[in-house]
Nanobody, 129 residues
Framework: QVQLVESGGGLVQAGGSLTLSCVAS????????MGWFRQAPGREREFVAT????????DYADSVKGRFTISSNNSKNTVYLQMNSLKPEDTAVYYC??????????????????????WGQGTQVTVSS
């Protein structure tokens, strides 16, 4: 099991930026794919971005491509989500999650919630217009 703790959420004006952090602990993290998901009020939780911890490969939802960047600092066991040009529709609780690479093989990344077994508690991001 991987323990995940998110931070960095807050209130920002449209067009602004925020960086979310997710500190991971527990298992051998190089064997995991990390993902960011979000859930807006009254909506289903949706995929935002994913990164393969050992390879560094990434993927994004179309709605955030070109605005959000996922990255990792392996020495700090931390995954980041840099969010630029924020829009009111980005308002949501953002969750960090971990999926075992071995379960995804031969794929190296995943945008599917059901493949992520460990989840953080979430951090609120609110974008005002």
């Amino acid at each position: 099991q991987v323990q995940l703790v998110e931070s960095g959420g807050g209130l920002v004006q449209a067009g602004g930026s925020l960086t979310l952090s997710c500190v991971a602990s527990g298992r051998t993290l190089s064997r995991y794919v990390m993902g960011w998901f979000r859930q807006a009020p009254g909506r289903e939780r949706e995929f935002v971005a994913t990164i393969n911890w050992s390879e560094g490969s990434t993927d994004y939802a179309d709605s955030v491509k070109g605005r959000f960047t996922i990255s990792s600092n392996n020495s700090k066991n931390t995954v980041y989500l840099q969010m630029n040009s924020l829009k009111p529709e980005d308002t949501a609780v953002y969750y960090c999650a971990a999926a075992e690479t071995a379960r995804l093989f031969p794929r190296r990344l995943s945008s599917q919630q059901y493949e992520y077994v460990d989840w953080g508690q979430g951090t609120q991001v609110t974008v005002s217009s």
